[in-house]
């Protein structure tokens, strides 16, 4: 039997569309893998590696970066896909592309660059990503010369959508107050509305969402797993009088779930009373082999869960796009936000108030304001054309916004003491 193409589109032909059409060079590959490779092998993919996750990459030879837990979201963001018959590629490149737009420091970076970045629109990581995948990675050209990032096919990119509206448009949280999160600037309306054709407004497609848990679910895992390796994080602690209800605290004032203080409590005793839950740890091989193997049933129990509610209410049949929505139950979300809670409480809380913590937000905000003043001579050759193009002083700012929040950790350091600290 010859060869015979793969099929390249079980969800519609618009999916297939790229923003600026291209004639495929290897009709082996489906236009999903051409989008999950064109990801793999960006720039923007690499420097996640020197930038921070929960804990800086030279903290220890352990912890997660941003682009080791990128590369754990996409393999369960994959085998979720499998499981529900989405393309496994669109979400793979979904999942490795979310955390693109990350600057260096992680949140900590996010925060310093939405205040200085306000006169342009704000900052906000995924509509970093998107800014990335559409605009900044060279990769392809549009016959006018514009780069259009690496140019994937419209279901890809609308995957990585987490969320699909401007931060004027973005909805309001229980408290009455707008969300900060926000997928698109002004000035990448085009090709975000492009993407989102035919989508309903305000909504996710599967895809989206499987990414999303995917995140929710190796962060709140992986962080837990991090911090008890790291001796920040004792296991026996969490059944201490007191402790519990410390976790439920801290879920609350950090993330404010749609959930009462009774499911996070009954979360908490859940995951306690596991026969995997790791009550004590003590560096040796064995012990870490239980930590791995607790984290392994955890990715196992909350997208089995998830997986389950889903076919539950649509069935077995293929899934994607918008013709269906991921269920996840309450109380896998009830105990997803308990692990969050724990690294919140126990490792992300307790560094706020470190020197270090906020050394770093001068560093982006200072290196934000002499780039901006030296931007002819700082700027990289990648960003500066943009620069001179700019029309105005919004679109110079966000143009230093790109460039600084494309720094890893030590870049970001290194341009510092460089720009900033001889004139201290």
């Not at 997660?64 to 754990?72: A, Q």
């Not at 995924?126 to 800014?131: M, P, S």
């Not at 016959?143 to 309001?172: F, I």
Request: hydrophobic content about 40%.
């Amino acid at each position: 039997m010859s060869w015979q193409p793969p099929l390249t589109d079980a969800t519609g032909s618009s999916d297939v569309e790229r923003w600026v059409p291209e004639v495929s060079k290897n009709p082996r590959r489906s236009p999903f893998e051409r989008d999950r490779a064109r990801v793999l092998h960006s720039s923007a993919l690499r420097r996640l590696g020197a930038k921070t996750q929960v804990l800086a990459p030279s903290t220890d030879d352990f912890v997660r970066t941003r682009l080791t837990h990128s590369l754990e979201v996409a393999q369960v963001g994959r085998e979720i896909a499998k499981q529900l018959g989405c393309d496994p590629d669109v979400v793979d490149a979904a999942c490795l592309s979310h955390d693109l737009g990350h600057p260096p420091f992680g949140h900590n970076g996010e925060a310093a660059l939405a205040v200085v970045a306000e006169d342009a629109g704000g900052f906000e990581g995924n509509a970093q990503t998107l800014r990335i995948l559409t605009r900044l990675e060279p990769k392809m050209f549009a016959s006018d010369g514009r780069c259009v990032g690496l140019n994937l096919t419209r279901a890809s990119l609308d995957a990585a959508s987490k969320y699909p509206w401007q931060r004027v448009d973005a909805p309001r949280r229980v408290d009455g107050r707008r969300s900060r999160k926000f997928g698109v600037y002004a000035d990448d309306l085009p090709v975000f509305d492009w993407l989102r054709e035919g989508a309903p407004v305000g909504q996710t497609c599967l895809e989206a969402q499987v990414m999303d848990l995917s995140d929710d679910v190796a962060y709140s895992v992986h962080d837990v797993e991090d911090a008890i390796v790291g001796w920040r994080v004792e296991p026996r602690r969490l059944r201490e009088a007191g402790e519990p209800d410390r976790v439920v605290a801290q879920v609350r004032a950090w993330y404010d779930p749609d959930l009462t203080d009774d499911e996070l409590g009954a979360a908490l005793d859940r995951l306690l009373a596991l026969p995997d839950w790791v009550a004590e740890f003590d560096g040796t091989r064995e012990s870490l082999a239980a930590v791995k193997d607790m984290t392994s049933q955890l990715i196992g129990r909350f997208t089995g869960s998830s997986v389950d509610a889903t076919r539950a209410v649509h069935g077995y049949g293929d899934l994607h796009r918008y013709a269906a929505r991921l269920e996840v139950p309450r109380t896998t979300r009830a105990e997803i936000a308990v692990l969050k809670g724990i690294a919140a409480l126990y490792v992300m809380a307790p560094r706020e108030d470190e020197p270090l913590y906020h050394y770093q937000r001068q560093v982006v905000s200072e290196l934000v304001e002499v780039v901006l003043e030296r931007a002819e001579v700082a700027l990289e050759p990648v960003f500066l054309p943009d620069f001179l193009d700019a029309e105005d002083d919004a679109a110079r700012l966000r143009v230093v916004v790109d460039q600084v929040a494309s720094l890893t950790d030590l870049s970001a350091m290194a341009w510092h003491a460089r720009l900033v600290a001889p004139g201290e």
